[in-house]
């Protein structure tokens, strides 16, 4: 199973590593309800991967507006299946504010 906490942070920002800019491809068919993708999230995840992200960066004075998003995927096939890709985009901007 997909974890946050290990699988999306653990290379970021340390005393010897303090970039500029974070630019992230949020891909929005990891959520459990892609039919294409088996990686499960759910929409609250995304606020997490963020938050903890922000987290590290302010852990080490790194500027938290200096966080980029390509957001992207998000390939349910049934139709009105979305629910969950509208919940996801919104946990990530809630996230970032």
């Known amino acids: 199973a997909y974890d946050v906490e290990t ?7 340390d ?3 303090r970039p500029d800019c974070i630019i992230i491809c949020a891909g ?11 990686v499960n999230l ?6 997490r991967m963020i938050s903890l992200i922000k987290a590290r960066m302010s852990a080490y004075d790194v500027e938290t507006s200096s966080i980029a998003l ?4 998000g390939y349910q096939v049934k139709p009105f299946s979305n629910k969950g890709l509208k919940e996801a985009f919104l ?3 809630t996230a970032l504010s």
Request: no cysteine; net charge negative.
């Open 70 to 73: 390509g957001l992207e995927g």
């Open 7 to 13: 699988h999306a942070i653990p290379f970021l920002i």
């Open 15 to 17: 005393e010897h590593w």
């Open 42 to 47: 759910n929409p609250n995840d995304y606020n």
């Open 91 to 93: 946990q990530t901007l």
């Open 28 to 38: 929005y068919d990891a959520l459990s309800e892609d039919e294409l993708a088996s």
